[in-house]
């Protein structure tokens, strides 16, 4: 199977070490980009105990991102769980050709990072919201 965008084994390694992590308080976040000249998927930054506001503002308002986030989802009977979802972060206002690509090798990162519960930001910091993420799970 022909990649478009190489991911190395030193993010897989990462993504894998963030997957496994224990975490019992707060949502941990890991942000991964394409560089667009090496063809390859580069870690930008892992978060600890960031709340979905204070994440939002750490991403780009014009470029694309994968968002590996392990989010602390309270439930109505009062338990907590730690779910991983990928946020597929592609503000309509990025670069087309860098939104073609991220595109295209989203599913090679989906199923790299063994997330399968995907939501989708395409309006920026705007529509990246607790209340949004809350909604988008309790649909799942």
Do not use: G, W
């Given at each position: 199977m022909s990649h478009t965008v190489d991911i190395p084994q030193e993010l897989k390694q990462?993504?894998?070490k963030f997957r496994f992590a224990r975490r019992n308080a707060g949502s941990a976040a890991m942000i991964v980009k394409?560089?667009?000249q090496k063809l390859t998927?580069?870690?930008v930054e892992q978060f600890?105990?960031?709340?979905?506001?204070d994440l939002?503002?750490?991403l780009?308002?014009?470029s694309p991102r994968y968002v590996v986030l392990s989010y602390e989802l309270k439930h109505t009977d009062g338990r907590k769980s730690f779910p991983l979802v990928l946020i597929n972060w592609a503000p309509r206002s990025g670069e087309t050709g860098l939104l073609t690509l991220h595109a295209s090798a989203f599913l090679d990162f989906q199923s790299t990072a063994d997330?399968?519960?995907?939501i989708?930001?395409?309006d920026g910091a705007e529509g990246f919201t607790k209340e949004f993420i809350d909604s988008q799970l309790s649909h799942s």
């Open positions: 990462s993504l894998r394409i560089n667009k998927m580069e870690e600890d105990d960031i709340s979905i506001e939002a503002e750490e780009p308002e014009n997330v399968s519960k995907v989708e930001v395409r």
